[in-house]
């Protein structure tokens, strides 16, 4: 039976009787079978063809290794949650669920955790993570800011429940007590990260005036651990958050061989949470001895110093002369000068009081009402002169208008004379003229008995050879023209009694106008 069965003849029997099925219920069979055989899965693998989130917000790539590949798929909801963003090339540590793609025939990883594999992988990120910051000039140390010496009110961003925040209250309240605002945040977990970047920009939107008081000094603080517990303060929102900041921050996160990035961004990294502490506040003990040394210097020095000046005085008293004897050369030189300056007093008093009376003389002589009778005096004789001279003047120009009158009268006389010999002279040529025209036209010449021929283009005829037989021409006479036609033979050759006259076609009267003489 089982030889029958391997047979071509069989095979081919027991595939026609096999029932059929669509593509899409074979693609939900093997759908069901994949998820129902693997289920959860946890995968390492390198992340390939990483473009970013599509427009979705879901992401698609790969994970491969040295042999093999397999798509992978994270949902946006799950994308926003990740500790871990996918980067290409990154080794990591997937978990999910094994799932086929009917549209493809293909199967896929719905990935819900992703981690680095292993702390090469995550060096590599956090190594790569550090030269972009930098590239950007996070790293700058222009953009550090100094600290307050003595700040109001401290921020401290840490765990509320860790042994950090005691160390940092206890060790500030030992040193200098100020007053502490606590932002309180997780320190480790995917939504770590977050948590620490709101609390840094909370920080900066407080007012100094607000109820909650603007801290002057931010201290973010963490515990030891190793390099996946601190991975929170190497996220890039808390690096650019801290950063950004306008208060002055303080970085203590982990030991003193630990190394965060947000450490190359902040004002001051500190080894320690308790060296925060220090770093923030001074010792008021230290200050007030300070303050008690510098003040007993002070006074000493004081004391030492009217001590030297006491001493400088009673040295000067003694070089100083008796007052009397000092002052007896002054005094004796302030009495002599004083003599001269009573003198020259009483003499300037006398020099002005004659110099003032010459003035008094000088004025009386030349008062205004002295002067005003003398020039009032003038001003009449410039008058009569005035009026003198203008009617010596008024009658010369009366005579001489009187003779130009005179003198304009008889010319306008002449003149009047000359034009009507001339406008005579003048009438008795034209009449010349005139006569003389009549007597040149050619109306009187036509009077007289005279012709004028033309021909019909207006030519004037002066000879039998400008003729042509049959030629028709215009004869002006005195009363009119005639219309002649010539005849072949001239009228010299031809007899008295063969001469015909034409036959008068058309008379016209004769145009005296003075334009058509000629």
């Not at 303060?233 to 996160?253: D, G, K, M, T």
């Not at 005579?424 to 025209?437: E, G, V």
Request: aromatic share 4%; hydrophobic share 40%; net charge positive.
């Amino acid at each position: 039976m089982s030889e029958d069965t391997d047979t071509p003849t069989a095979q081919m029997i027991i595939g026609a009787n096999a029932p059929e099925i669509s593509v899409s219920e074979l693609s939900q069979a093997l759908k069901r079978t994949v998820e129902d055989h693997f289920g959860r899965v946890r995968v390492r693998g390198e992340i390939s063809n990483y473009r970013g989130p599509h427009s979705s917000g879901h992401a698609y790539f790969s994970l491969k290794d040295e042999n093999a590949r397999i798509d992978a798929v994270i949902w946006k909801g799950v994308m926003l949650k990740l500790r871990t963003r996918p980067q290409e090339g990154l080794e990591v540590l997937a978990t999910g669920r094994i799932t086929t793609y009917p549209g493809k025939s293909s199967y896929q990883i719905i990935i819900e955790i992703l981690e680095p594999a292993g702390v090469g992988a995550l060096m590599a990120l956090l190594d790569a993570r550090r030269r972009q910051l930098a590239a950007e000039g996070l790293f700058d140390e222009s953009r550090k800011q100094l600290l307050p010496f003595l700040p109001k009110t401290i921020g401290v961003i840490t765990s509320p429940t860790g042994a950090v925040i005691r160390d940092i209250l206890h060790r500030i309240a030992d040193r200098f007590p100020r007053h502490i605002l606590l932002w309180p945040v997780r320190v480790q977990g995917e939504t770590s990260a977050a948590e620490i970047s709101a609390a840094i920009d909370g920080f900066n939107a407080l007012t100094p005036e607000g109820d909650i008081p603007r801290p002057d000094l931010i201290i973010v603080a963490r515990g030891g651990g190793s390099l996946e517990d601190l991975w929170s303060f190497n996220e890039e929102n808390v690096v650019r958050a801290a950063a950004a900041s306008h208060i002055p921050l303080i970085s203590a996160i982990g030991h003193e061989t630990d190394t965060t990035l947000i450490d190359f961004v902040s004002d001051l990294r500190a080894p320690t949470p308790t060296a925060a502490a220090e770093k923030s506040v001074p010792v008021r003990d230290d200050l007030v001895a300070a303050l008690s040394h510098n003040r007993r210097r002070l006074m000493s020095s004081w004391e030492r110093l009217n001590e030297r000046r006491k001493l400088e005085i009673n040295n000067l008293n003694r070089l100083l002369l008796n007052a009397d004897a000092f002052l007896a050369a002054p005094r004796q030189r302030v009495d002599r000068n004083s003599e001269r300056l009573n003198r020259l007093i009483y003499k300037l008093k006398d020099e002005r009081r004659l110099k003032l009376a010459r003035f008094s003389s000088l004025l009386d002589r030349h008062s205004p009402q002295v002067e005003l009778a003398r020039i009032s005096e003038r001003i009449r004789g410039l008058t009569a002169r005035l009026n003198q001279s203008m009617l010596a003047s008024i009658g010369v120009e009366k005579r001489a208008i009187q003779n130009s009158t005179q003198t304009t009268q008889a010319t306008s006389k002449r003149l009047d004379h000359a034009m009507t010999q001339y406008i005579k002279k003048k009438r008795d040529y034209f009449d010349h003229l005139s006569h003389l025209q009549e007597t040149l036209s050619h109306q009187a010449a036509l009077a007289r008995g005279y012709a004028l021929v033309r021909n019909t283009t207006g030519a004037l005829i002066r000879s039998v050879s400008q003729t042509h037989p049959s030629e028709m021409l215009v004869i002006d006479l005195s009363d009119g023209q005639v219309i002649t036609q010539v005849i072949d033979a001239p009228y010299a050759s031809l007899g008295q009694d063969k001469i015909t006259v034409p036959k008068k076609i058309s008379k016209k009267k004769a145009d005296h106008k003075q334009g058509h003489l000629f």
